[in-house]
């Protein structure tokens, strides 16, 4: 099936290294190199079947596609968080406002928006009026179950909680420590940020607060990990706080939970209605400041269960063998 696909990628091969080959293109960051790069772009989004977009991140790619509406029929988006809520959550600048003029263009006639979280498709049909259809999908492995076997060896007299996934304002890290920093007396805690990507001005600010409050206790994460590595990390995490105000951090949280672990997400947002209605326990971290609350035994073995049944790794291939099919 492999050999069916072809990838067109952007980024820095230096930060985030690929493997080349005769179907994958990376475009370059010269002039020369972006002109090679999007003309091939375009003779390959007319030669496709299908065109899945990975994140509509890159306004370039999305003007091509807004000015060639008869390939939209074909266009599948998997929607990843930024780009839809940027929406909502952009400063209302003028580049902004021409970027969504493009953007409504595309959204509106694309074929279908694959996404794990159902609420996340209904506010691309509230705020683009989309004729695309809904097709539910784990989309990636990390949104899978990870092993049970994964457990925690962390010291019960001491909780170890990660606060956010990256190193995104969004995470709204200062307002966590805030919390935090309030419970010290109450609760003996370490805390966690991985900040191994996103805004690194943003990230060297969120180290400055973290050691300022929690001195020996704060553990900025700032190298990327492997797959594996990273799970292991995440098996000596007690508490996650996750105080996003969009969708963000599925594959963290999803990982989290399948090994028992105590989640919090911000209530008004579509993941916290999403794992709610699945019947999985997730606290709000908007009520933080009422206390820090743990799972008990039979609520994490509740969530164990239910995270193992419905992510799983068939359901990952079964959902994109209908998409490659449809």
């Known amino acids: 099936m492999a050999d069916k696909h072809r990838y067109w990628l952007t980024g820095s091969a230096e930060k985030y290294p690929v493997e080349t080959a005769e179907n994958i293109t990376l475009c370059g960051s010269t002039f020369k190199d972006k002109a090679a790069g999007y003309s091939k772009l375009v003779n390959e989004l007319h030669s496709s079947d299908k065109i899945i977009l990975h994140g509509l991140f890159n306004i370039r790619v999305v003007v091509l596609l807004a000015c060639m509406p008869w390939l939209h029929k074909k266009?599948?988006?998997?929607?990843?968080?930024?780009?839809?809520?940027?929406?909502?959550?952009?400063?209302?600048?003028?580049?902004?406002?021409?970027?969504?003029?493009?953007?409504?263009?595309?959204?509106?006639?694309?074929?279908?928006?694959?996404?794990?979280v159902p609420g996340d498709y209904e506010l691309v049909r509230k705020w683009y009026s989309t004729r695309a259809k809904y097709i539910p999908s784990l989309m990636y492995g990390s949104h899978v179950a990870r092993d049970l076997e994964l457990q925690s060896t962390t010291d019960k007299n001491l909780?170890?909680?990660?606060?956010?996934?990256?190193?995104?304002?969004?995470?709204?890290?200062?307002?966590?420590?805030?919390?935090?920093d309030q419970l010290k007396e109450e609760v003996k805690f370490n805390v966690y940020c991985p900040l191994s990507y996103g805004n690194e001005e943003y990230a060297q600010a969120v180290i400055k607060e973290g050691v300022g409050l929690f001195r020996e206790n704060f553990f900025p994460l700032t190298e990327f990990m492997s797959f594996d590595e990273y799970n292991r990390y995440m098996a000596t995490i007690d508490v996650a706080i996750f105080n996003h105000r969009r969708q963000q951090a599925m594959g963290n949280i999803i990982g989290l939970l399948s090994m028992g672990k105590t989640v919090y997400l911000r209530s008004t947002e579509t993941p916290y209605q999403f794992f709610k209605e699945l019947g999985i326990t997730v606290f709000k971290s908007d009520a933080l400041d009422e206390g820090l609350q743990v799972l008990n035994e039979k609520q994490k073995q509740k969530n164990i269960e239910i995270v193992k049944r419905e992510f799983t790794r068939s359901s990952l291939v079964e959902s994109w063998r209908l998409i490659f099919n449809e």
Do not use: M
Not at 80 to 94: I, K, Q, S
């Open 75 to 116: 266009c599948y988006w998997v929607l990843w968080g930024g780009d839809l809520y940027v929406r909502r959550n952009g400063a209302r600048t003028l580049s902004w406002r021409i970027k969504e003029v493009f953007r409504t263009i595309l959204i509106r006639r694309l074929q279908a928006v694959i996404t794990t």
């Open 159 to 180: 909780i170890n909680i990660q606060v956010g996934n990256s190193a995104d304002p969004e995470n709204r890290h200062a307002e966590v420590f805030d919390k935090l």
